[in-house]
């Protein structure tokens, strides 16, 4: 059986040349577009060079963090060095090392394709909708094949040099930690910026989004790309490799025939990311198409095309279970139903966007109350379809033996991501025309292409929390699963001490349940950090903006030739997204250490039973809620329940800059935070069993 490993190790890295062969195409394809209106050149440049800045500082920020964690690893992991086998530990560190190298090109990359792609989508709205679709989407696509190429490039080669599964739990954690600060870092820069400039441009004084006049307006777009880009790029990196990662471990655990459950994870990433080839391939709008329509029926094909070709793939290859690929079909159709009910609750065509629109016009208190109102009660779809295709996964491969239910989760996570090429191309792609929105009002092309912008832009804000929806909902059957990998590497301690081994968490033992509750708290705490970050950092702004408006001649009459300090906001955005980055993600990790080493794997079981289900229902809640907010703003601004500058405008205008730190920092930058505590908690579990207080 082993013998099928190798060729599909081959495979892995045919297919990763395929996909970086295909974005550099794309990459130049996108270059080639003509730009030609000086305006939008110049603005283009400030953003790019503000983000480049931005990624610069922070991941010199990061490289301190990482090579801190990398000596630790490479003293106590995966056991204390002078235990002697010090060859596993070099290798952990290596792979930890790599996996946040990994991650960061990455992000780099991203913004490096977005800065290049918002102003030419911009110049293209003037010939309509299709071309500047066109652009906007392919730009995102370079993106979305890198960052899977790179996750499955960096899992199989880990596996093939160490042929240690649980090395791979180093590479998933460099990748995860690097993801977390990344996410929270850009999320906190982009959103102090967007609510500053909201507040003080539009409610203020009523001037329009993306006016040249407001000091914030630049910040603001640089924020799209490092934090919508960089950011998530990083996130679902990091969501991928873990997938992997925890069916790998598992996969290696399982006795008799593992080679063939190692060789399945392999062949059904490689298939994944072959189908993402052909679903961006494929994506087109037609005229006068609907884009939002477009990048939908693109995410459909690209599952049609998964779901047949990993069937073929079961059938063909020897010792492939049909259970196995059940589980992992049932995590992919869960993905897609969880996409479908996030799209009901945050699309502006449909009723509950424009039942919060209306409520609107009695003031922002109801904007508040009733879109956090739909906002939780959108996390119950989503919750029952985690569980479900846990279930279901479980119960599918239950009857194949002892590992194998856990195992079947494992692989509804693989499936769920099996398409995140295809994810992520749709998620860059809403920065990117959101940017370009921006650069059509600055460089004066007209009304009629700014609401073709606006188009897109709508488009690009629901398919984002589609985009989002799906990788938290991913992150939930990760979790699981990584749940399970923990207790594998916990048992294998346990074993070696001469101790009981787990057999599972049972509720009613106080040591379990001590982690529960504080596992519980911890994404509350995380997210109340983060959006204090974005409220200190954006109070800083708004009297900054003020200062400008008052001292700087000219400024608000938009006298010609008058221009504001846009780098004093970039520096202020900056400096404060990296002041506050770094607090929350080492409270989370702080956390873990204390619950181990107080209650043992025990109550580490709990803590991470606590932080998922809390973190998962707290992340969907603020994703969705945030999308409806934006979404009835924008709907407002197409001409209803009374049109721009209307009271249910401002009104709407307020709901969306509470929900921009709900659905760009903290939100999505919960999933990793719970990722990074699981690995946290595999990595250390031979410490736990060794040094806890109470056994």
């Avoid at 090109?105 to 977005?114: D, H, P, Q, T």
């Avoid at 630049?218 to 490092?226: L, W």
């Avoid at 996390?379 to 996964?393: R, Y």
């Avoid at 929900?659 to 903290?666: L, M, S």
Wanted: glycine share 12%.
């Amino acid at each position: 059986m082993e013998t099928q490993l190798p060729l599909f190790y081959g495979l892995s890295f045919l297919t990763v040349v395929l996909a970086f062969a295909f974005a550099a195409y794309l990459y130049l394809w996108v270059k080639k577009q003509k730009t030609s209106n000086a305006k939008i050149e110049e603005v283009s440049q400030l953003i790019k060079e503000g983000a480049n800045t931005f990624m610069r500082r922070e991941y010199k920020v990061l490289a301190k963090f990482a090579a801190v964690a990398a000596v630790l690893i490479l003293v106590f992991l995966p056991s204390p060095i002078w235990n002697g086998n010090f060859v596993d530990n070099i290798s952990m560190a290596v792979a930890y090392i790599a996996g946040t190298v990994l991650s960061a090109i990455a992000g780099k990359i991203g913004i490096l394709v977005a800065t290049l792609s918002n102003g030419r989508t911009a110049e293209s709205a003037q010939k309509g909708l299709k071309p500047a679709f066109l652009i906007g989407f392919r730009g995102g696509a370079v993106m979305g094949l890198l960052v899977v190429g790179c996750s499955l490039l960096g899992v199989a080669a880990v596996l093939m040099i160490t042929g240690n599964s649980s090395i791979l739990l180093g590479f998933s954690f460099g990748a995860s930690s690097l993801a977390l600060f990344a996410k929270a870092g850009g999320g906190i820069f982009t959103k102090t910026a967007d609510v500053s400039a909201d507040l003080t441009g539009k409610v203020e004084l009523g001037i329009p989004e993306d006016d040249p006049r407001n000091p914030a307006v630049i910040a603001d777009n640089v924020g799209d790309n490092v934090g919508d880009v960089a950011g998530m790029g990083a996130d679902l990196f990091d969501s991928n490799v873990a997938a992997m990662a925890s069916a790998l471990v598992i996969a290696q655990s399982l006795s008799g025939g593992a080679y063939n459950n190692i060789s399945m994870v392999f062949c059904y990433a490689i298939l994944g990311l072959f189908a993402s080839i052909i679903g961006i391939a494929t994506a087109r709008v037609g005229k006068n198409g609907n884009p939002t329509h477009a990048l939908n029926s693109s995410t459909y094909v690209t599952t049609a095309i998964f779901l047949v070709l990993t069937a073929i793939a079961t059938a063909v290859f020897e010792g492939f279970s049909w259970r196995i690929w059940a589980a992992s079909a049932v995590g992919l159709l869960v993905g897609v139903i969880i996409g479908i009910t996030t799209d009901y609750f945050t699309d502006d065509t449909k009723p509950i966007v424009r039942k919060v629109a209306h409520a609107s016009g009695s003031g922002p208190a109801f904007t508040i109350l009733s879109g956090m109102s739909y906002g939780f009660i959108s996390a119950l779809p989503a919750m029952v379809g985690i569980a479900v295709s846990a279930l279901v996964a479980y119960q599918i491969c239950a009857p194949m033996g002892e590992g194998y239910a856990i195992f079947g989760i494992s692989m509804a996570a693989v499936g769920m991501l099996s398409i995140v090429g295809m994810i992520i191309s749709n998620d860059a792609y809403g920065p990117i025309v959101d940017n370009a929105r921006g650069l059509a009002e600055m460089g004066g092309l007209g009304e009629e292409t700014i609401r073709t912008a606006d188009e897109l832009d709508s488009a690009g804000n629901t398919v984002k929390a589609v985009t989002k929806g799906f990788s938290i909902g991913a992150a939930g059957l990760t979790v699981i699963s990584l749940l399970g990998a923990f207790m594998s590497e916990a048992n294998a301690a346990l074993a070696a001490a001469g101790r009981e081994l787990i057999t599972g968490f049972d509720i009613m033992s106080p040591m379990v349940f001590f982690g529960v509750l504080i596992g519980a708290a911890i994404p509350a705490v995380f997210s109340a950090m983060l959006i204090l970050g974005v409220d200190k950092n954006a109070q800083r702004m708004v009297q900054e903006i003020h200062r400008q408006f008052n001292t700087i001649k000219g400024l608000r009459e938009g006298v010609e030739g008058v221009k504001p300090e846009y780098g004093k906001c970039i520096g202020i955005a900056t400096s404060g997204a990296l002041r506050e980055l770094i607090p929350a993600g080492l409270m989370s990790i702080a956390a873990t250490l204390v619950v181990g080493f107080i209650g043992g794997p025990l109550a580490i079981g709990g803590f991470l039973l606590g932080n998922i289900v809390s973190g998962l229902l707290i992340a969907l809640f603020m994703s969705n809620s945030g999308g409806l907010w934006d979404n009835s703003k924008k709907y407002i601004e197409s001409g209803e329940e009374g049109g721009k500058g209307s009271e249910a405008h401002k009104a709407a205008v307020i709901g969306d800059t509470v929900g921009d730190p709900f659905k760009d920092t903290a939100g999505p930058s919960i999933n990793t935070q719970i990722t990074v505590v699981s690995l946290v908690a595999s990595l250390l579990s031979t410490l736990f069993v060794m040094f806890s207080i109470f056994h």
